[in-house]
């Protein structure tokens, strides 16, 4: 059949069409702008030795074998590693607790939902100054309460093996509530429906939650996951202001000596060679996470 004249075909809606860019531009130039820019930027002064007012020469990679050859960095990156182990794991189980307790219709549990997020609206300054008031040693809430029961607390800000523990929890309570928010989204995705045909054959709470709510969810703890670590790899405020990095450099993030490096030595090229760094293990990090998460998807 012969087309008519004067109707002009049109592309199938589904046809790629380089127009469609048009749509993710802005987004693009956004993200080049704020993201891939600076990032190469700051690698392009990490080959240089920079301060605050020049470039300065170019040295090559010798700012990275000066950072290997640091042992305040190496230490940094256990320390950044150890506080990734303390946290990301406990806020994705803690997260996932609160959000099966709260995953309720009523009005207590929407109460309960807003208390404990409230905590995550809160600065890093207020954070750090409640944790201070908990930790003090004598007149700290912690003391007061121990001794109560005849009980003294160890000087926790100031105990080597107690220093990043201390920083951790207060880390937790203050990011307790996006894993919480996110694991209720996804709880209130699950239909009804499969928790009441379990029910009719006689399943346990937890044969449900491994059968029905977990499998339901996998995507929702990837996310956590991932999230989790980006953030706390860029941990900073928090060993800042409760430790400055002490005792013995034991709280010292990899953020942190980027800041002394870069602002208080004003060794531009030496901070962001570390940055750099920095960069690349969160991305390992977050890869990891992700393809172990695939393969247990595939293996189940």
């Avoid at 090559?60 to 050859?69: C, I, Q, T, V």
């Avoid at 219709?105 to 404990?116: D, W």
């Avoid at 045909?197 to 339901?216: E, H, K, V, Y």
């Avoid at 531009?268 to 990891?288: D, H, K, T």
Wanted: proline share 5%; hydrophobic share 60%; net charge positive.
């Amino acid at each position: 059949m012969s087309e008519r004249p004067g109707i002009r075909r049109r592309a199938p809606v589904d046809a790629p069409l380089w127009r469609n860019a048009l749509f993710v531009a802005p987004y693009l130039l956004v993200f080049a702008g704020l993201l891939v820019a600076p990032l190469l930027w700051s690698f392009w002064i990490s080959l240089h030795r920079a301060n605050a007012f020049a470039l300065g020469r170019f040295v090559g990679f010798d700012n990275y074998f000066r950072l290997f050859n640091d042992r305040i960095f190496l230490q940094a990156i256990g320390n950044t590693l150890y506080f990734v182990l303390l946290t990301v794991p406990a806020l994705a189980v803690a997260g996932l607790l609160l959000a099966l307790a709260l995953n309720r219709r009523t009005r207590l549990a929407a109460v309960l939902r807003g208390v404990f997020f409230a905590s995550s609206v809160l600065s890093v300054t207020i954070v750090t100054l409640v944790w201070r008031m908990v930790f003090m040693p004598r007149f700290g809430l912690l003391d007061m309460i121990c001794g109560w029961f005849g009980r003294t607390v160890p000087p926790f800000l100031s105990d080597p093996h107690l220093a990043m523990l201390a920083v951790a929890i207060a880390t937790i309570w203050w990011s307790l509530g996006l894993p919480m928010m996110l694991f209720l989204a996804a709880l209130q995705q699950i239909p009804d429906d499969l928790f009441e045909a379990a029910a009719l054959d006689n399943a346990s709470r937890w044969q449900s939650f491994r059968r029905i709510t977990f499998p339901a969810i996998r995507r929702s703890v990837v996310l956590v996951a991932v999230i989790q670590i980006v953030f706390q790899f860029q941990l900073f405020g928090q060993a800042r202001l409760l430790t400055n990095g002490g005792p013995n450099n034991v709280t010292t993030p990899i953020v942190l000596y980027i800041y002394d490096a870069a602002f208080r030595k004003w060794d531009l090229g030496l901070g962001a060679a570390a940055s750099q760094l920095l960069f690349v293990l969160i991305l390992l990090a977050a890869m990891a996470q992700l393809l172990l998460a695939r393969r247990k998807g595939d293996a189940a």
